[in-house]
């Protein structure tokens, strides 16, 4: 005999009562996610990326690089990515509003841990993608790779060296992938 189990879709509005106790709350399509806070590896790893991206993102006038607190909403979801590169808000109103109509990350990056592996590879990508992010990059410190999902295309994993051509870029950046590790 079959059971059927019914599981609770959360609303936005339900995630954002949860209490304020260190751990990240993320909301994907309806699913709710829970992640303690991360580890100094973890931390370590988007620092470098920050070092190598700050500039190259503001010389080609790409925006700015976003950290957690700093959410992507879609399809009744929110989400705080490790890392994302947009342009800044066109009409920041300085509330909670303001993700809604906040411009599309051009990169959103993801930082494995034992906590979210099967999350980030599966449901966030889903969402990022159908989000219209042109790039994901999932770190992977175990296996000192980078797996970079676009759409439309099979996910690609770089071991030595990363090239990063975003649209409206004069030229790529590049850099080593045992940088990060």
């Known amino acids: 005999m079959a059971v059927s189990i019914a599981v609770k879709k959360w609303t936005l509005a339900e995630v954002h009562r949860l209490p304020d106790d260190g751990n990240k709350y993320e909301l994907v399509r309806g699913e709710l996610f829970v992640t303690p ?3 100094n590896e973890h931390e370590t790893i988007l620092a470098k990326l ?6 190259y993102v503001r010389a080609q006038r790409l925006g700015h690089v976003y950290h957690p607190r700093s959410v992507v909403r879609f ?4 989400v705080e990515p490790d890392l994302m590169v947009r342009q800044p808000h066109p009409k920041p109103r300085g509330n909670d509003r303001d993700w809604n109509t906040a411009p599309i990350p051009i990169l959103v ?3 494995l841990s034992a906590y979210t592996r099967h999350r980030d590879f599966n449901e966030k990508k889903e969402l990022y993608l159908d989000a219209g992010i042109d790039e994901y990059w999932i770190v992977d410190s175990e ?5 970079i999902a676009k759409p439309g295309q099979a996910v690609r994993i770089e071991r030595v060296r ?4 975003p649209v409206g870029a004069e030229f790529p950046l590049k850099f080593e992938v045992a940088a990060l590790f």
């Open 109 to 111: 990056v993801e930082v």
């Open 75 to 78: 399809d009744r979801s929110e």
């Open 50 to 55: 920050t070092e190598l991206l700050g500039p």
């Open 37 to 39: 806070p991360p580890g």
């Open 162 to 165: 990363m090239t990063w051509a």
């Open 143 to 147: 296996d000192a790779t980078i797996a």
